[in-house]
């Protein structure tokens, strides 16, 4: 059996972070080999992008297309030797991303879809998404802000993810606003028949 690449994905404080290591444990738990991994990366130029996403000095256009730089360096030296070693990929955020966050910014999100369909497709998408009240809540509560992370804008991006896995029947959803033990019990529910 081949291994699988999953994505988590989801608007701020959506709870990605949180379930990508809980996912990754329950499949370690399960005997399989796992890589729990994340964008923006620790690569070079994911380090650029975490110094703008805490300054905001950066045209949004190019951020952007830095993800996509991004990107491109996380599959070829991360995603891929990590698979054709058999182990399974839990990843926290992919180019879902890229195109949710550019529209929410009103960009023209085209070229970076052509840009981004190129890239290593996931075996299995989640979207995490609690109701945005729940995520503008916990957002209120972090003592470090990003770029991002303005009310206005986080309406746009929870909008954005929603209508993308409308359009995209294979993405699957799952509410994490309740106790993270049953949500991460939802999407283990998910990625089991899938191993």
Known sequence: ?????????????????????????????????????????DGPVGKQIREFLKTGEADPMELQFLFTTDRAWHVKNVIEPALQEGKNIVCDRYWHSTIVYAEAQGLASDQLKKLNTKFLQPDCVIFTLPPLQICLERLARRSEKEVFEKEELQKKIHAGYRAMAEDDRTIRIVDTSGKKEDCAEEIWEIVKPLL
């Not at 608007?11 to 729990?36: I, K, Q």
């Open 1 to 41: 059996m081949a291994a699988l690449f999953i994505v988590l994905d989801g608007p701020d404080a959506a709870g990605t972070s949180t379930h990508v290591a809980m996912l990754a444990e329950r499949l370690r738990a399960a005997g399989e080999l796992v890589l729990a991994t994340s964008e923006p990366t």
